[in-house]
């Protein structure tokens, strides 16, 4: 079972057994969790006419006692308070109460002691306490996501509350796949460890929940930190869906348009979800290059459909031909949408001058030669097309690359980023190295330490690369392939409690604090299809592009400063 059916399922349950009109009642995050699995129209076949979000719900007094209404809630204690003066003064004929994680009993006693018009119908836990992206990739969607970067002391209220959500999210995942996992942590991360620990203590807690039927070989949760690989996020993408996500922002499946151009109303924001849309499914890995290829075929395809049945000339005709080819419609959207989002990435890869700021990016990446990427960085700082945002990224690449063998050359790119971009937050390279650098990872990022990888970077050069803009793997790559052939060492990430496993798990759940990347979920799909007996689950506590990576980074660099005295 992947993880958006496992979602799907818990919103059909919730829906299907309560016949009549419904309005469907949501919190900030449930909208999130339960939009990017079902459409409106699926919502409307289940008599679902309405859907609000339980704050502005409250503030409304018009009685609807003819609806029923079916709440779905993270049990936080936030909503447990907008329930209980709803109860108080119930609008709707009934309610249903479902939360999207575990309740405890003093909330129940609560929700029973406001009840008392009896409305409430049931009370159910359904743990979907995750926004399922993909089938293999689930993100928390966290806005605070920058409290991972910080050490505990700076804010302890804040971090631990960054924690029981990290944890809340986590064993909900393995309470919808049905699951008690094995828990691993990377070594090197004070908050991979102390999420790991409070993971444990609640499966300890909360032992009848989990009490599925054991398997052969229990499953593995590998818990990591965004630091271990802080390149991935700070490189350009040339796959479709990664490459939408870093030039015009996915949130929830969702594209907006609007901060790129004027579009019409029902282009403003458009659906890219693999389970919905047959085209993006098949390409969403696919490079930039082929992707442009395969939209023309998509066209010259709804082209011949439009050419077929050309004596078009009544509505009665038109309603005859959209009845022949039920396809036209959505067709129709598919294509436009496509061509639009292509259209706009390549005038920004074109005025961003992206062909040649990633082919140094991804040398950067994946190729030694501290001197010529030097001249390279120092040749795109003084290029007056290269963006801001870019050359950031450009020094900080080099910055993790050499900072061990080149401390002048580094410190002159600084000098000279300050000087060309005018919104460069001084210190902020400074300060990933201090969070990032090379002494406070864990894996083997560019594969300095193992004989292998030195080997097969080596023979990739040499060979000559597919396409130069898609080399990089990013490291969960390599720590996957680690775990399918049982080399994932324990010193570098040890067990919690006295577990070991001997053999190979046949389910991998890893979690990244400070979130996933597409590029990572692209990752884990193909692994999945490679069949190695081994099914990979990639989640984290959002979904980065460089922008929203380097926003935390500025953050925490923020909070850093005015706490100088113990950070």
Known sequence: MVLVSAVRDYVYRMLQDISGMKVLILDSQTVSIVSVVYSQSELLQKEVFLVELIDSISKSKESMSHLKAVYFLRPTSENIQYMRRQLSNPRFGECHLFFSNMLKDTQIHLLADSDEQEVVQQVQEFYADFISVDPYHFTLNMPSNHYYILPAVVDPSNLQHFCDRAVDGIGAVFLALKRRPIIRYSRASDIAKRIAHETALMYQQESGLFDFRRMEMSPLLLIVDRRDDPVTPLLNQWTYQAMVHELIGIQDNKVDLRSIGKFPKDQQEVVLSSEQDAFFKANMYENFGDIGMNIKRMVDDFQQVAKSNQNIQTIEDMAKFVDNYPEYRKMHGNVSKHVTLVTEMSKIVEERKLMLVSETEQDLACNGGQVAAFEAVTNLLNNESVSDIDR??????????????????????????????AKYKPGLVQFLLKQAGADKRTGDLYGNRDFLNIARNMARGLKGVENVYTQHQPLLF??????????????????VGNHFQQGRPQEVVIFIIGGTTYEESRSVAQLNASNSGIRFIIGGTAVLNSKRFLKDLEEAQGIARSNANVV
């Open 392 to 421: 950031l990224r450009l020094v900080m690449l080099y910055a993790l690359r050499y900072e061990k063998e080149s401390p002048v050359q580094l410190m002159q790119l600084f000098n000279k980023l300050a000087s060309r971009s």
């Open 478 to 495: 390599q720590t996957m392939e680690s775990i399918i052939k049982g080399r994932l060492r324990d010193v570098d990430y040890p067990y």
